[in-house]
């Protein structure tokens, strides 16, 4: 499993807005999104659909998620 690029820990979705596509923690996603910077386009590295629902929620913009995977 990839590390975050943040700040080294277990990454659970890979954001595939960025090039290359950059791997996040839940908490740095989290982090990303409720600065201004929302995560649209993401790829979940454990296969669950989890995240949708924690990052549309301190997200301030209007696009919906959409997971891709």
Same mark, same amino acid.
């Given at each position: 499993m990839?590390? $975050?690029?943040? $700040? +080294? ?15 996040? $923690? ?9 600065a ?7 790829? /979940? ?6 995240? +949708?629902?924690?990052?549309? +929620?301190? /997200?301030t ?9």
């Amino acid at each position: 499993m990839a590390d $975050c690029a943040q $700040c +080294g820990m277990p990454a659970v979705i890979e954001d595939l807005d960025e090039r290359p596509p950059r791997p996040w $923690c839940l908490g740095c996603a989290t982090a990303l999104v409720r600065a201004g910077d929302p995560v649209l386009r993401y790829r /979940s590295l454990d296969g669950a659909d989890r995240y +949708g629902r924690v990052l549309f +929620g301190g /997200s301030t913009e209007v696009l919906p998620f959409r997971p891709i995977g």
